[in-house]
């Protein structure tokens, strides 16, 4: 009895229990709570399928869905001062750096690459708001610098996508200081008379919002993206009035002409495309490439041929 119970009894259940499930198949909506198998989801940009949330996408899949062929070739800025105050709270500064390096597999929040959109150079920044929400601090100041001075150096336009809730806290003081400093770097690019386009995705808040994020030649931001400096609940409170429903949103600022267009994700490279060429006084983008006529056999020299 002992042998049965022990061993064939668990034997025959190992053979016919169910499989579990990995947990990172299914993604549910923030806005409609729909279940979203995660090829359905990646194949849709990260948007909802079904009410067309926009939900959070890393920096490089952002770039695979806009560059030619999926393919950049990344640059890195100069590094920073890992911790220049020695900060800590629950955790030191370092530790919390590290952490979100493994969690997202990047050096910052802040993502570069070059490449071709739709057979024009351009420069591409990303925030990724993975890591640590985005936070400007010194690497990220460092990366929009030698975005600029990439994008002067190509003679090609610069095309930044924010996604932060500010500056980083454990930065202190040198964090606020890339306000200023992202401000003369894109003074470059005017001088050049370069584009500067700005995607403002969601969030893009504080003082990312105070700076290089309101300082494109063209804004354009995802359907509901949060756009602020200051929270909904701390203008309220000062102000001490009701603010309007959809207060902050993408939408409610295209109202009010704070932005110039909303375009949804799947839109997104052809409408960059479109404006990218527009401001480099470049011909309509080429929809795709026809192949050569086939030849065309002259009729008359087959019949000389043949009574020959």
Not at 12 to 28: C, V
Not at 146 to 167: D, Q, R, T, W
Not at 194 to 216: E, K, N, Q, R
Request: overall charge neutral; glycine content about 8%; charged content about 25%.
């Amino acid at each position: 009895m002992n042998w049965i119970s022990n061993y064939v009894r668990p034997k025959i259940n190992s053979l016919f229990s169910r499989r579990e499930t990995p947990d990172n198949l299914w993604t549910k909506c923030d806005e409609c709570s729909t279940m979203l198998f995660h090829r359905e989801l990646a194949d849709n940009l990260n948007v909802c399928v079904n009410c067309g949330h926009h939900m959070n996408i890393i920096p490089r899949e952002r770039f695979a869905s806009l560059f030619d062929g999926g393919t950049f070739a990344e640059f890195e800025a100069k590094a920073p001062n890992a911790d220049p105050l020695k900060f800590r709270d629950q955790k030191k500064y370092p530790d919390r750096l590290r952490a979100a390096q493994k969690k997202t597999g990047e050096k910052d929040a802040m993502l570069l690459g070059y490449g071709d959109l739709g057979r024009t150079k351009v420069v591409m920044a990303a925030q990724d708001f993975g890591f640590m929400g985005g936070s400007m601090g010194m690497a990220v100041g460092n990366a929009i610098i030698a975005a600029c001075e990439h994008a002067v150096n190509m003679k090609c336009p610069l095309i930044l996508f924010s996604a932060a809730g500010g500056a980083r806290m454990q930065e202190g003081i040198l964090s606020l200081m890339q306000m200023p400093r992202t401000t003369v770097a894109l003074q470059m690019l005017k001088e050049a008379d370069l584009p500067f386009i700005v995607v403002l995705t969601h969030p893009t808040t504080g003082g990312v919002t105070a700076s290089y994020a309101m300082l494109g030649d063209v804004h354009i931001a995802e359907p509901n993206a949060l756009i602020g400096f200051a929270g909904a609940r701390v203008i309220e409170q000062t102000i001490r009035e009701k603010l309007p429903d959809g207060f902050q949103r993408a939408e409610y600022l295209l109202d009010h002409g704070m932005i110039d267009r909303v375009t949804k994700r799947q839109d997104m490279r052809d409408e960059l495309i479109s404006i990218v060429r527009m401001l480099m006084k470049l011909p309509p983008a080429i929809a795709a490439d026809l192949e050569p006529p086939a030849k065309i056999e002259d009729k008359s020299k087959k019949t000389e041929a043949t009574k020959k």
